[in-house]
């Protein structure tokens, strides 16, 4: 095997290169100066593209999903000669999903990429703005005699200049609101006129051509408008024979076209199309060519002379690239030498007075001065030689980037963005096959010693291997191992690079279909629990499908789970002492009064805007500060019914004041009425009948089979009860309060236990309910003297909690202390950096985009990570957006309407205008039109606007606002029509009112279940 350098390689091509040009185009011999000049500034121009041109073939090769020569020399170096690697299509995938998103953007249904407008202040020319202000002065003075005729006032000329004076203020604006008017005319006329030049010269065909350049390479070029001679057929109406008849005319017809960017040369020193010199390759037939003969600024001679020498060998302007570019582009290397094309050098740019008048330029009066021209070389022959019809030199070309270089000509496109990217996608999809080629099945070491002369070494299964005693130990004849599978390591990597695929080109994931795109952050450490039907999860365990808890208290689906890698990770610390860990850029719904809306803001904002605010200094305040920000309530949490082996009453009171032998002491006679099992016989506790002590039978094996088999200090709820339905906790919580539970005079309830264990789960309860709770008050215990008598106490957990129902105890002399409260928000108090660890960012379709951690805290999902994602591409596609509104669309209009201003005749179509160029600003407008739409269905979200606008009304609205959101949806299978809107409507009302009205309270049982569905506000009233 030989390895070759690529610097040998690279040598070796341009060798190849150079042997094909000296072969094919005759030495230079210059036979005028105008033609050395151009020849000598296309060699320039050629030469300081070259970097630019390997550039851009490079694009081209992402696109087309092939290796660089180099690179796959270097594969194949490893793997052999037929190796054909694998290539990850992404470089294609973004640039596709650019088009169609900026395509989508510039062509709206029914609306021009541009627009003329008169100027805020329009310069008519002077023989329309004389008309104009005579005509209102006319009108001005007629009005003045029909004032004095009718006061029979005399009119004198002094009556009339001194009205006329008064008037003045008057008289101008008037003339200035015709001007503008006239102005407005004559910018729809001109718009009318250059949108049907733009339709005969097929702009929008060349326009939408471009856009697949501005994406793929490093600038796209509009040519336009080249004026040509067009053969069209049409039919006229013969009134003699009353017949429509065909007839053939010929006229000139400015058309436009795409120029590819590989035929575009600037000068090496260019910044832009205006900046400096520039050849356009162009390729000609030898008929067009021979067409021009006779045609005014053409030579003749020269034309015939460059017949005869293309019929003697043809006449091409090689250039390094050519046959790899016409190989890429699907057109093959033969078609270099076999094709009937000539290459014509379009040159625009400046040459001396003295050149052009030897050569037979007209109107040149200073051999000295440098003059604007276009010229046309092929070989060693000038044909074409003209002054520039621009005025300001401007060349009839238009250059656009979808990234633009201010200090460049050249800008970039989507593939150089993602160069690197692409290249590492390469290397780790290579690494997945030969991982699966290599770990599909076992490899193999034969020990060749234990083979007997002539035996096969394949493996089939039962082969028979001989071996003798002494062999045998010595080793096995044949060893297997199976190499790691590591395929989801490698695409966990994968993943974390088409995210920054996302990031570095601009195109996310979702604009090309794939709509489970996550955040770019957004995420929480992964050892952080989430609240499901079951009881709490890690959050990088969840999958997609699962269920989880939102703030509502029912379930949401989660739509997306996205591993985010190690992230830095912050504790974000909440007034009722407990923490979630996220990284910087999670969200979270945060508000700063009571009477305010919500809003979403990322750890980052809040930090910058600051936690806490300046309040009184009192004793409460000592430092003169309180937390800013408040999170969301959450209601009650409806888990899941699970079928429980013993009483859930019955449970509470034995976690509280029972033993492991099923015991129940308590001084309250009422618990023990409320056991629905057999009780044992009652033993007295003291002689003052203040506690009795019960077995409860039957339920012992059921009991213990929970783990409860244990000490009071390590007593827990089980998760059967913990997570179970609301009526299950409600009664579970009844029997820990009516035994270890108690209420103060003031009405503030409390749970006392010496298990920290039962405290950490009392507390996951009352918040499942709804609870409003601080942390867990800790009393240290230790030996005490009471009475004279040494006593040993236990730690003492103590939770403190609020309830916005009243039905917390079944003992009435407990339950008639308790005062119902409001629930109390919970404030941020803190963030602290603790290191860097993995995290996991997920999406779920909960209407307000939150859900419930393990400790009750609601935070935010990524769902609004995709519109974030969409809001951030939005911006970055606006960029590529004006880029090409100010280099293709505007530069085109404005050559075309200039070319109309100095060679109309019409002067009513004439006046000061500006192009505007529609494509950044109907983003704007669809953006702003969908926020205005939102701002007006949620101002009106209430039953006295509902009655007005009806279901139908809103329905409107709200379809408008999805259309304009290109859900790519049916809106009439979401919507229906008129008669099933107005059919549900009045279904609605048949059911108690506008579809804005509440819904009606529902009566309870005695178990606290609604009779039918359920309703949040009876059940926290705890009737």
């Known amino acids: 095997m030989q390895f070759v350098s690529n610097a040998a390689i690279e040598k070796e091509k341009l060798e190849k290169d150079k042997i094909l040009v000296e072969g094919t185009i005759a030495p230079e011999v210059f036979f005028d100066n105008l033609t050395a000049h151009i020849r000598t500034n296309w060699e320039k121009a050629k030469r300081a593209k070259v970097d630019i041109e390997n550039q851009m073939l490079k694009m081209k090769r992402r696109r087309e999903g092939v290796y660089d020569p180099s690179k796959l020399a270097a594969i194949r170096s490893v793997h052999g000669a037929d190796y054909n690697p694998v290539f990850m299509m992404i470089t294609e995938t973004k640039c596709r999903a650019a088009e169609s998103w900026i395509k989508d953007i510039e062509f709206q249904p029914g609306q021009l990429p541009w627009d003329l407008e008169p100027t805020p202040l329009p310069e008519l020319p002077p023989s329309i703005h004389k008309f104009w202000t005579e005509n209102a002065q006319e009108s001005l003075i007629q009005q003045i005699v029909q004032e004095a005729v009718i006061n029979s006032q005399p009119i004198t000329p002094e009556l009339i200049q001194s009205r006329m004076q008064e008037a003045m203020p008057q008289l101008e604006d008037k003339i200035n609101r015709l001007i503008k008017k006239q102005a407005k005319k004559a910018a729809d006329k001109m718009k009318e006129k250059i949108k049907d030049q733009f339709a005969e010269g097929g702009w929008e065909e060349a326009f939408s051509k471009c856009i697949y350049d501005l994406v793929t390479y490093k600038a796209a070029f509009l040519k336009g408008p080249i004026y040509r001679k067009e053969t069209v057929r049409r039919r006229i109406f013969d009134e003699e024979t009353g017949r429509w008849m065909p007839q053939i005319e010929t006229r000139i017809v400015g058309k436009f076209e795409r120029r590819s960017p590989f035929d575009i040369y600037p000068a090496p020193d260019s910044n832009g199309i205006d900046d400096g010199y520039l050849f356009d390759k162009i390729a000609l037939t030898a008929s067009s060519l021979s067409k021009l003969i006779g045609v005014p600024g053409y030579k003749e001679s020269e034309i015939r002379a460059i017949l005869d020498q293309f019929r003697a060998g043809g006449l091409r302007e090689w250039v390094t690239i050519d046959m790899e570019r016409s190989t890429l582009e699907g057109k093959g290397s033969l078609s270099l030498f076999e094709g009937n094309k000539i290459d014509c050098l379009e040159y625009q740019g400046s040459a001396q007075g003295k050149w052009l008048r030897e050569w037979g330029v007209k109107g040149i009066n200073d051999d000295q001065k440098e003059y604007d021209i276009i010229a046309w070389l092929i070989g060693n022959h000038v044909i074409k030689a003209v002054l520039n019809p621009d ?81 045998m130990q010595e080793g096995k004849p044949v060893e297997f191992w199976a190499p790691p599978m590591i395929v989801d390591k490698l695409m966990t990597a994968m ?38 039907p079951q009881g709490p999860i890690n959050i990088n365990l969840l999958k997609k499908g699962d269920l989880i808890v939102n703030s509502y208290g029912s379930f949401s689906t989660v739509t997306g789970v996205f591993p985010q890698g190690e992230s830095d990770i912050f504790r974000m610390k909440f007034s009722n002492g407990e923490h979630i860990d996220c990284d910087i850029n999670h969200r979270w719904s945060v508000k700063t009064h009571q009477r305010r809306k919500f809003k979403t803001l990322t750890t980052k904002q809040i930090l910058k805007k600051g936690l806490f605010r300046k309040t009184k200094i009192d004793d409460r305040n000592p430092k003169g500060y309180r937390p800013k920000w408040m999170i969301p309530l959450i209601d009650f949490i409806e888990f899941e019914e699970k079928k429980v082996k013993i009483d859930p009453y019955v449970m509470g009171a034995l976690i509280g004041d029972g033993d492991a032998r099923c015991r129940l002491t308590s001084a309250d006679k009422d618990i023990f009425d409320r056991i629905p099992y057999p009780l044992g016989k009652s033993d007295k506790r003291d002689s003052k009948d203040t506690a009795w002590t019960c077995a409860i039978k039957g339920i012992r094996p059921d009991y213990r089979s929970y783990g409860l088999k244990c000490k009071s200090i390590d007593k827990f709820i089980p998760e059967d009860y913990l997570y179970n339905s609301k009526e299950i906790r409600l009664e579970l919580l009844r029997g820990l309060m009516d035994t270890d539970g108690c209420c103060s ?279």
């Open 495 to 532: 993943e974390q690079f088409l995210k920054l695929a996302d990031e570095q080109s601009g195109v996310p994931r979702y604009a090309h279909g794939d709509t489970s795109v996550g955040g770019a952050g957004k995420a929480l450490a992964d050892y952080e629990k989430v609240l499901t």
């Open 391 to 471: 005025v300001n030199g401007k060349k009839n070309l238009s250059k656009g980037s979808f990234i633009e270089d201010p200090d460049a000509f050249w800008g970039k496109g989507v593939p150089e963005l993602i160069d690197d990217i692409q290249d590492i996608l390469n290397a780790i999809a290579r690494a997945v096959v030969n991982n699966v080629g290599i770990a599909a099945g076992p490899q193999i070491a034969v020990n060749m010693d234990r083979i007997a002369p002539g035996a096969s070494v394949r493996v089939w299964p039962l082969k028979v291997w001989k071996s003798t005693n002494k062999q």
């Open 745 to 1023: 005079k003031e009405g503030q309830t409390f749970f006392s236990t010496s298990s920290e264990k039962l405290a950490k789960d009392f507390l996951k309860l009352v918040r499942s309910l709804g609870a409003t709770v601080n942390k867990i008050n800790e009393t240290e215990g230790g030996q005490f003297i009471i009475k004279g008598r040494k006593s040993t106490r236990k730690n003492m957990y103590r939770i403190i909690f609020n309830l916005p129902f009243k039905k917390i105890f079944h003992l009435e002399r407990k339950q008639t202390r308790v005062k119902f409260k409001s629930k109390t928000y919970l404030y941020i108090t803190g963030i602290e950096y603790i290191g860097r660890h993995p995290a996991t960012c997920i999406s779920v379709d909960s209407k307000d985009n939150l859900f419930i951690c393990e400790n009750s805290i609601p935070t935010h999902n990524t769902a609004s990570g995709l519109s974030m994602l969409m809001t951030q591409a939005a911006r970055g596609i606006k960029a590529s957006i004006k880029n090409i509104d100010t280099g293709l669309v505007v530069g085109s209009v404005k050559r075309q309407y200039y070319m109309n201003m100095e060679f109309e005749d019409d002067a009513s179509i004439i006046g000061d205008i500006k192009i505007v160029a529609r494509g950044s600003t109907s983003m704007i407008a669809k953006e702003q039109l969908a926020v205005r739409r939102n701002e007006f269905l949620i101002s009106t979200a209430n039953p006295y606007d509902m009655a007005i606008l009806g279901l139908p009304g809103r329905a409107t609205i709200l379809k408008a606002n999805a259309e304009s959101l290109d859900l790519g949806v049916d809106m009439e299978e979401i919507f229906g029509d008129e008669e099933e809107l107005n059919r549900k409507a009045a279904m609605m009302e048949n059911n108690g009112g506008n579809p804005g009205d509440k819904e009606k309270p529902q009566k309870l049982d005695a178990a606290g279940a609604t009779v039918s569905g359920k309703n949040t506000a009876l059940f926290m009233e705890g009737k």
